[in-house]
């Protein structure tokens, strides 16, 4: 198993409440990523950051916002979450030893329900 | 642009006998591929991975795969089936210019007893 620990696993919450899922590695990769993965089982891009304060948007468009202060950290947050948002959440890092890419590395997930 | 195409949405195979879950990919450049696996209700676990060197890669769990630079394929590959192989399994190729893997729809393999 991976050093990469996501909290909550399972979360219900009301529509309009705040949310943050947090993801943290303690192996020191640079890289960290955001996945929703349908229920069809597809894996879609979130947000990505590429070291301390870097944080991009990802493939897909994410009403989420992530922040990246310190490297083993990287929480993704909702301010209003809607049943539109209930999905699977994997959180991922991945590091480069030399010019050597690395595999990324996933944490179990945290599923959101909304309703 | 790169990408990887997983053509088929379930593999069905008894255990015991030989799997084969397909893969082909589509880049510039030299690809680099993935095979992930994701058990119920877990994240994804790494397989193995093509980056260069030999074409037949060796992976976890009795897993191998076959580069196929000609037929553009990296498909997964084990001898003999086990019913605990049952999972979802996502082939991916890194996007080189950005760092991101790209991942297929992925494909579930049922081994039945």
């Known amino acids: 198993e991976a050093d990469i620990y996501q909290t909550p696993r399972y979360l219900v919450i009301g529509t309009g409440k705040k949310i943050t899922l947090e993801c943290s590695q303690t192996m020191g990769h640079d890289k960290m990523y955001w996945y929703q993965q349908d229920p069809g089982m597809e894996l879609h891009l979130i947000h990505y950051s590429y070291g301390v304060n870097s944080t991009e948007k990802g493939d897909l468009s994410s009403e989420s916002t992530v922040s990246r202060i310190r490297t083993e950290h990287f929480p993704l947050t909702l301010e209003s979450a809607r049943p539109s948002h209930t999905s699977q959440y994997l959180c991922?890092?991945?590091?480069?030893?030399?010019?050597?890419?690395?595999?990324?590395?996933f944490g179990p997930g945290t599923r959101l329900t909304v309703l | 642009a790169q990408s990887v195409a997983q053509p088929e949405d379930q593999v069905n195979v008894a255990e015991g006998n030989p799997l084969t879950v397909k893969c082909t990919y589509s880049v510039s450049g030299n690809p680099y591929l993935f095979w992930y696996v994701q058990y119920p209700n877990r994240g994804l676990q790494f397989l193995l991975k093509?980056?260069?060197?030999?074409?037949l890669v060796k992976g976890s769990y009795g897993f191998e795969a076959e580069f196929n630079k000609s037929q553009t394929s990296f498909h997964l590959k084990k001898p003999s089936a086990l019913v605990s192989d049952s999972a979802l399994y996502f082939c991916?190729?890194?996007?080189?210019?950005?760092?991101?893997?790209?991942f297929g729809t992925g494909t579930r393999l049922q081994v039945f007893p």
């Open positions: 991916a190729v890194r996007d080189r210019s950005t760092d991101k893997l790209i």
């Open positions: 991922a890092s991945s590091g480069t030893r030399g010019r050597v890419y690395n595999e990324q590395f």
């Open positions: 093509y980056i260069t060197g030999d074409n």
